[in-house]
């Protein structure tokens, strides 16, 4: 069951855009299913046209649609546009080479309303996506001109840039641009990109090549790389001796790569070795190091100059002898003190702070501002206003000034501090992901096998060798290597860091098994099904990693103010300066208010610079993502993977939660309890038929019906069922078929009425006895005449009904939407304490339930399992979708519930909100820090108290903000799960055991 969530949990690059015509095709084939025709008609979309939807916030009536239709239909390039005031969703159909969804945004928020793009989805053909390491970004004012920048380029359809963990996912059209040019634009905004990832290599690898090798050579083994089955490209690095190999895993794999490298070469120009490259340097760890222990040296050098500028201007100038020396004069007013802080704070300023210089330049070469902006302001005037009188003390006999110089260093060496406490911190916000990375074993022992299956050797290599449809064996005690199933042997493996369950699952001949997962007590032969990018864990990492790159809804805040933020706090640091420096000329305070050591200039740039520096725009950029990227991380080692900052903030609002009943409510593998014939037959016999009929179906009580006929049919582990012909599912009611030339229909009561078929009186009863018993009773016809009932139970799960008594004690709504009988959906609800019901109910029905609530004002959950919940999983405003269900319900859901169990939706929401309150609690932090931090530097308190802000410690201030933000989001990682649902696991435990 755990493998099958986390195959299911992959979630392939852009099939979301397949998401309903995959919906449409299952639904046609199973008893939960909709109107095919409806389908098709609403998401056929043309080849040369992609969708979008928008959530649009503020219509009101017909009359607001109305407007945002009109105003959308002004644009060129549009085919088509549908507004739905009362979901506050825009689905627009354009030609993307003549506009793009950021300009259909916008003109929906010239209307008037607030726009958020929910799903852009383009022609499969015309889309691909590549993920970006960004270096240099300081703020959120980077990121969102980044985001502008890339967005501008013609091609691009979205761009995200996230700042905590400094990377860019951007979906782009790869027939008018490559990612090349996305590097080269992000390298003329002034920043350092790496490629991570592209939509081309799912499958590939680098080999790096050792020994005596010619060019030659090199061309041979291209050819021959080539020329292999399931190679798709072939590219050499000479500067770096490297190979990549693009490649399609279910064809060939590394170990053949190097075979056919040590082989071809061989006798041409000498012995050579090939092995995998990692490219360490590039990692996002390596990358992380690095940057710490720039930081760290940086810091330490400027603790080098800094502290003597300091102690010569604070602290020397108090030692009666130590003064005298300072204070003696070389050239005019010139001392030894004013040199020996020239000479010191000058590499300061110029070598040890260079990167604020950088930083500036390319911020404003591409017009906006950063914080590096105002350090680099900041610390000139401090540092050319102390040169300057430096130099009018060297050349006047009796100039007296002051210099700034242990400001401008102490200011550089305090924001250096900052920033490598900073990178420290934020580092460890991703540890969810290095921790997940670092699950798959090193090594791995790969069988040989004879032409019976029989091991005949084996040999230790690297994990990263393991090709698909390999034999690998697993000793106890060791991970496993790959994703595969199990051929020999039985044995306990341990899934809790992968899935967060903690118990031990049995594995057998035939179970699957996860890559990365740790086997306790047996050994086992696997075969291997999935390896490198394919596999289970390299899969949830992606999930995760593209959680932490989408932004949340609240994060718009933040990416509105850095707009303005540097601008303003510039503009109210010379006003605070000019303010000072005119009320000191014109006398408009006391000159004692002055200190003996400064004149009103002095002290009006004292207060200028104070300003510039002790505002932050990094703490704002950091609320949001680094909340986010914790919380994601903490949600995945509970089993609880979480899609992003805009699934978290909006499950923090649930306050209703729709429940599917069959997989959800209930065990979901229903199993038949009861057989009643009707007419008399032999039970095999009809057995044969009904299974025959049922086994196209895909609907979980088929399957039980299917494997309980198996039970007359002993002889056959996978007996073939005789031919039906004519199979068609009616929706919501069962199926029929024509078997051995008989009609056969099971179903419930609607399926055979609306066939003419008549239900007598014991039928009645028994179909009343089985929906008491919470079971459901299902309906045998053939030829039209009613031949037996069948009672399907299936358990109820041991957490449900205390799962719900919690969700009310949380002020929470529970309603149960199923497509099954009203008798057994009551008897179900009232069991485990659900008191609103609707039973019967299509998928489409299940949809327009979940928009009916909305309506009334509800904030809707619904958790399923099935392809029948796929439409209500979208109509929801979160989706929650149980782990063991199908594909089509995880791809359609926000939150995965990776263990399947009903505690995990508790878990879901309880995190969200604890997530979103600390989100609140960094905003409050950010903003209010900005808001009383800058009245205070610009000398509210001065009149009144004589307090001042020195700069040094405005720039201190400056950095603590930060990572005060950063540190109250990892906080989050000592997140526990309320205690009621630690003692339900136990008891669930307990009933199972039992």
């Not at 406490?421 to 096998?449: C, R, Y």
């Not at 001065?942 to 700069?951: E, G, H, N, V, W």
């Amino acid at each position: 069951m755990a493998t099958k969530l986390l195959e299911l949990t992959c979630i392939r690059k852009e099939r979301f855009s397949e998401r309903y015509p995959l919906v449409r095709k299952h639904l046609t084939r199973s008893r939960g299913g909709g109107s095919s025709s409806d389908m098709a008609t609403a998401f056929e979309i043309e080849e040369d046209i992609s969708r979008a939807i928008f959530q649009v916030l503020g219509m009101t009536c017909s009359a607001c649609a109305g407007s945002v239709e009109k105003a959308i239909k002004r644009l060129p390039g549009i085919h088509e546009a549908v507004i739905d005031a009362l979901n506050n969703r825009a689905q627009i159909l354009f030609y993307p080479n003549l506009v793009d969804v950021e300009t259909i945004r916008e003109t929906i928020e010239d209307a008037g309303f607030e726009a958020s793009l929910i799903e852009n989805e383009a022609n499969e053909r015309s889309r691909q996506v590549c993920r970006i390491r960004i270096n240099g970004m300081t703020c959120t004012s980077c990121s969102s001109t980044i985001e502008r920048v890339l967005q501008s380029v013609n091609g691009v359809q979205r761009a995200h840039v996230a700042l905590a963990i400094e990377e860019a996912e951007i979906h782009y059209d790869p027939r008018l641009l490559s990612y090349d040019r996305l590097l080269e634009e992000i390298e003329n905004a002034g920043f350092e990109a790496v490629l991570i990832s592209t939509g081309e290599d799912v499958s590939k690898i680098d080999l790096k090549i050792d020994g005596e090798f010619t060019d030659e050579s090199m061309k041979i083994i291209e050819r021959s790389l080539e020329a292999l089955p399931g190679v798709q490209s072939v590219e050499i690095s000479h500067g770096t001796d490297t190979i990549s190999v693009l490649y399609k895993p279910d064809v060939t794999g590394p170990r053949n790569f190097i075979q056919v490298i040590e082989s071809t070469v061989f006798g041409h120009s000498g012995h050579i070795k090939a092995t995998i490259f990692s490219e360490g340097g590039v990692g996002r760890e390596s990358q992380k190091q690095g940057e710490i222990k720039q930081y760290y040296r940086s810091f330490l050098w400027s603790l080098v100059f800094t502290v003597p500028v300091f102690l010569t201007a604070m602290v020397f100038m108090y030692i009666p002898g130590i003064k005298d020396l300072l204070m003696f004069k070389v050239i005019n007013m010139l001392t030894v003190g004013e040199i020996i802080r020239w000479v010191l704070a000058t590499p300061v300023q110029f070598v040890i702070g260079w990167r604020f210089y950088t930083g500036s330049y390319k911020a404003l070469r591409r017009g906006s501002a950063n914080m590096d902006v105002l350090i680099a302001l900041g610390t000139n005037a401090a540092y050319f206003y102390s040169l300057y009188t430096v130099l009018r003390a060297a050349t006047s006999p009796d100039f007296k000034g002051v210099d700034f110089f242990e400001t401008s260093a102490m200011l550089i060496s305090f924001i250096i501090l900052g920033k490598y406490l900073e990178v420290m911190a934020k580092g460890k916000t991703s540890q969810a992901i290095a921790k997940l990375m670092n699950l798959a074993p090193d090594t791995a022992i790969l069988l040989s096998l004879d032409e019976e299956g029989n091991a005949t050797g084996e040999e230790e290599i690297d994990g990263r060798l393991i090709q698909k449809n390999d034999v690998i064996k697993i000793v106890p005690g060791a991970k496993v290597a790959s994703d595969g199933y199990v051929i020999w042997g039985q044995s306990h493996v341990n899934e809790s860091m992968i899935t967060g369950e903690a118990r031990p699952v049995a594995k057998r001949k035939g179970d699957t098994v996860i890559g990365g997962t740790l086997n306790e007590n047996g050994v086992l032969h696997v075969k291997v099904t999935r390896v490198g990018s394919e596999s289970a864990l390299a899969q949830i990492v992606r999930l995760v990693e593209s959680a932490q790159l989408a932004k949340a809804p609240v994060q718009k805040l933040a990416d509105r103010i850095s707009k303005f933020f540097v601008p303003l706090v510039i503009f109210l640091s010379f006003s605070t300066w000019l303010a000072w420096f005119l009320a000191g000329k014109l006398h408009w305070y006391p000159e004692s208010w002055i200190p003996p050591s400064m004149d009103s200039f002095e002290l009006a740039l004292q207060f200028g610079i104070s300003v510039m520096v002790i505002a932050c725009p990094c703490a704002l950029g950091l609320a949001t993502p680094t909340a986010v990227m914790v919380g994601t991380g903490v949600g995945a080692s509970q089993g609880v993977l979480i899609k992003g900052g805009q699934a978290l903030e909006r499950a923090h609002k649930v306050n209703c939660i729709v429940f599917d009943k069959t997989g959800t409510l209930t065990m979901g593998k229903p199993v038949v309890v009861k057989t009643k014939l009707l007419k008399n037959m032999v039970l095999r016999e009809f057995y044969e038929l009904v299974a025959a009929t049922e086994v196209n179906s895909e609907h979980p009580l088929a399957k039980a019906i299917v494997e309980y006929g198996k039970k007359f049919r002993d002889d056959e582990e996978n007996p073939a069922w005789p031919e039906s012909r004519d199979f068609v599912s009616v929706t919501g009611n069962g199926v029929k078929a024509i078997v051995k030339g008989r009609e056969i229909m099971v179903g419930n009561k609607s399926l055979m009425t609306s066939h003419g078929v008549i239900i007598p009186v014991d039928a009645e009863e028994l179909l009343t006895e089985a929906e008491e018993m919470a079971q459901t009773g299902i309906l045998v016809s053939i030829n039209s005449e009613l031949i037996g009932v069948l009672s399907v139970s299936d358990p109820l799960k041991p957490s449900a009904r205390v799962a719900i008594s919690i969700l009310k004690s949380m002020n929470i709504k529970s309603i149960m939407v199923t497509g099954d009988n009203w008798g057994t959906a009551n008897s179900i609800a009232r069991e485990v304490g659900i008191d609103s019901v609707i039973a019967e109910a299509k998928p489409e029905q299940k949809a327009e339930k979940v928009k009916e609530l909305q309506a009334a004002g509800h904030v809707v959950a619904m958790v399923g399992d099935g392809i029948n919940d796929s439409p209500a999983l979208v109509a929801a405003d979160v989706g929650m979708a149980i782990g063991a269900g199908t594909d089509i319900a995880i791809e359609a859901a926000d939150i995965v519930l990776m263990k399947s169990n009903l505690e995990d939706v508790i878990t879901a929401i309880d995190l969200s909100r604890k997530t979103f309150s600390r989100i609140r609690l960094n905003y409050v932090w950010a903003l209010g820090y900005n808001l009383m931090g800058i009245p205070i530097a610009a000398g509210v308190l001065f009149p009144s108290t004589r307090f001042r802000l020195p700069p040094w410690i405005a720039g201190a201030a400056m950095a603590a903000s930060s990572v005060s933000v950063v540190c109250c989001s990892l906080l989050l990682k000592n997140y526990k799960r309320p205690e009621k649902l630690d003692h339900l696991e136990i008891r669930e435990i307990q009933v199972e055991r039992v």
